[in-house]
């Protein structure tokens, strides 16, 4: 072999690799341009209040959330639903939420607080609390709702109109983003979704997949937001509650898989200028929020080192990639890295411009990237060495 082809194979095997990045942001943008016609918003739900409406409960858990429990209960109570409930469970809060809940109940009627047992062993915190709440709850349909989320006053008839065809629905809430990291880091979880999970399939099976294939494929077109799930009574009990996933750090997405693949119909929706959320309010708080169960969102090790190694090739490697064809006047490899990075730049903004994220931060997502990667070396670390993540002054 000559000396002049020795020297041009790093650059044919680096045009393969941009090539199948190209590929797979291609059908990642398939999927995206799906899902902003497919994925709708609860606001979107027609509706009308019937005369016997349904009973609804709206169940809070809640520990250690003195910033923003006030918010949340009394955009939850200012509902222009005719019959439902307002739950509160105060998780033994160390701060001022018991003391709020208290003036709070004080004055408003219709709001239940109550109590919360002390966790047995064998039960995670958030499970814990929101069985509790389902065993005091009277209402036929249960919407379970995070402390840090508040409510247009339509939610619960939209909700409820919607449930007249489906089993079960969860809501991607709107977030609010105020510092640099918030910006930088919560949207990837809309990100990730918009562009890899066609919404369609979690209401359906695809059509295009062989029939053998649906019961062992179908569990994976699946997504819960625990921010938002709401069920009728019925299939919630007929799954076992949140008893079924008293021990799982991402209850909610256990959740809508026990849901869909006991036969029950699901839903997803966005949550724009309907149902919105505040998830983190600093860089330790994302950081420890992410950290607790960053690793329990991937089947095994293998899965998520894949896919770590797979987001440094497609939004990491373009970018060097580009500078490396500048410099070295490579045409070929300067506009395949030139393409990849507007697509990625195209689809960044079709998602920060849905959910109302400045989109100045849709020219900083390789650092985004980075972020996470740094964050799943982290976890393999303490996956490896047994150190326990700690969220709300409990250990998970």
Known sequence: MCPSTVGLLPSFNMIYILSFVLLLLLATSVVLIRNLYEFKSLKSVEFEIEQNAPFVSICIPARNEEDVIERCVTNALKQDYPSFEVLVLDDNSTDRTTEILSQLSDIITNLKRIKGEPKPDDWLGKPWACHQLSEEAGGQILIFIDADVWLEPDVLTKTVSRLKYK???????????????????????????????????????PRWMPSFFIPKLSDKFIAGCGQFLAFRRSAYDQIGGHKSVKNEVVEDMELARNIKTSGFLFQMFHG???????????????????????????????????????????????FITLVIGIVENDLVTTLLSGVIILIILVQKIAIHKLFKVNLIYSFLHPISVLWFQILGLVSIFNKIFGIKSSWKGREV
Not at 184 to 195: D, E, G, S
Not at 289 to 310: A, H, P, Q, R, S
Request: proline share 5%.
């Open 272 to 318: 724009v200028n309907t149902v919105y959320c505040r998830m983190y309010n600093s860089h330790s708080e994302i950081w420890n929020g992410f950290k607790k169960n960053f690793l329990n969102g991937f089947t095994n090790m293998f899965e998520f080192v894949c896919m770590g190694i797979l987001h440094i090739v497609v939004y990491i490697l373009p």
């Open 167 to 205: 089993d079960a629905i969860t809501v991607w809430p709107q977030q609010e983003l105020k510092s640099f990291w918030e910006n930088m880091i919560v949207p990837m979880f809309n990100f990730a979704l918009f562009t890899l999970l066609p919404a369609i399939y979690v209401e359906r099976h």
